[in-house]
């Protein structure tokens, strides 16, 4: 281990204690127990199960370094919630790509940034894997495991691919014989990854240059984990890869399966992620879901009302054209008009002497009261009739009951359809108050 570091706890690691008898000695506990040891400086994360991921999710909330090595059920998704609780609570986190850490690899990585092999035209890894089951074919598990270091070793020396086509031969129902894998970037030499089925594990890298080709055959330097784990701890290493690599290096591989669906190139668009940018993306996607919702309801409502209307379309006709009297245009409780009704009376005459329209009169309040209300429909009568209006008593009609719960429904019903699109627009303030999280300071 490096000088001052050692293993004090073991969590989630049966399998590893297994493999591993050097290990056997350290004592186990839960991974509760790591986000309150005081003595844990740093952790290892080196399993892919849920429970695996719940723990490095909550270790790295909690503030606690860790070393991850990746692990293709991880996913982008799992790997892209890592990376916001590193931006919110400022963890250090680290992919254990080994081949980072091979000195082969090093060295060749900074005579490619001090141009010492000329102009790059391509790179190439083949692999050649064996076979560990009865079947020769590579499954699609395996194919995924071997590439994802090798993704991220590629971008590591050509730079930040953003096209990606991936391509199967001599397919079965078993898997496939060869798997490929082509990056692509504006301006940068290609880079291409092959896998087949082989007698024993082969790593291959090809340098083409435009003086010589280059080539190194399996780098497997015993001391990669210790280099990487001391780069870890000591956080001296220029080379060593940052938890942005590992989102990219996932995103190429969720490239490549939509890539062989589709049976075509796949453009990534990488940016950097934040809470801020999660928060904007999230709220431009409720908001045009508001707007289509807002719009939905507002058709429905104007369908409902226009259906479902309590009163006739005769009533409705005469209170648009203004023929409808009100209770409260009568005194409480009598057959008497208020001035201001009389007034209307003598409008609603001239018009009814003009048109062939009939007036109506809104009964009294739930429940009605039929004496009342013929005694003011006789009013109106006389009245109209005094006014010169013919056939005043057949074209003056008393409306049907008024439903309140009805109207009522309706009345929040206009309200409540354009409630949650004010309330979106409201939240659109957090967008100015959620300001970038400033770094700490050590």
Partial sequence: ?????????????????????????????????????????????????????????????AGKPLLIVP??????????????????????????????????????????AAGELGTIRRFQVDRELPSSSATSALTEAEIDAAALDDID???????RYDQVTAQRSGLTEQGCSQATLTLAGSGLPDATWTARRGTAAVWRLTVETDRAPMMLERPTDTTAPAAMIEAFALS??????????????????DA???????????????????????????????????LMLTLVLMLALLGLGSLLESRDRAVRDAENAGLLLKESDFESQAAVLTPQAETRLARMAERLKEEPKSAFLEPSSDPPNTELDQRRRAKIVERLA????????????????????????????????????????????????????????S
């Fill in 386 to 441: 005094n006014l010169g209006v013919e056939a005043a008593d057949h074209r003056t009609l008393l409306a049907a009951a008024v439903s309140t719960g009805w109207d009522t429904l309706m009345r929040i019903l206009r309200l409540a359809w354009i409630a949650p699109l004010v309330v979106f627009l409201v939240l659109q303030g957090l967008i100015l108050v959620a300001k970038p999280t400033s770094p700490r300071r």
């Fill in 256 to 290: 490549a399966r939509r890539s062989l669906r589709r049976r075509r190139t796949i453009d990534l668009h990488f940016e950097i992620l934040s809470e801020r940018q999660q928060f904007k993306t999230q709220m431009t996607a409720i908001g045009c879901g508001m």
């Fill in 71 to 112: 692990r293709v059920p991880f996913g982008a998704a799992c790997a892209y919630e890592l990376s916001l609780i590193r931006d919110d609570s400022h963890v250090e986190l680290m992919p254990a790509f080994l081949r980072r850490f091979a000195p082969e690899l090093v060295s060749l990585s900074k005579q490619l």
């Fill in 236 to 253: 001296k290493s220029p080379h060593a890869p940052t938890w942005s690599d590992a989102v990219r290096a996932f995103d190429v591989l």
């Fill in 1 to 61: 281990m490096v000088a001052g570091h050692r293993f004090v706890q073991s969590a989630l690691a049966t399998r590893l204690i297994e493999a591993l008898p050097e290990f056997a000695n350290v004592p186990s506990c839960s991974w509760e127990e790591l986000l309150i040891d005081p003595e844990v400086e740093a952790i290892v994360i080196a399993g892919d199960s849920e429970e695996v991921q719940t723990a490095a999710k909550q270790l790295a909330s």
């Fill in 153 to 159: 070793l590629l971008q590591w020396l050509g730079g």
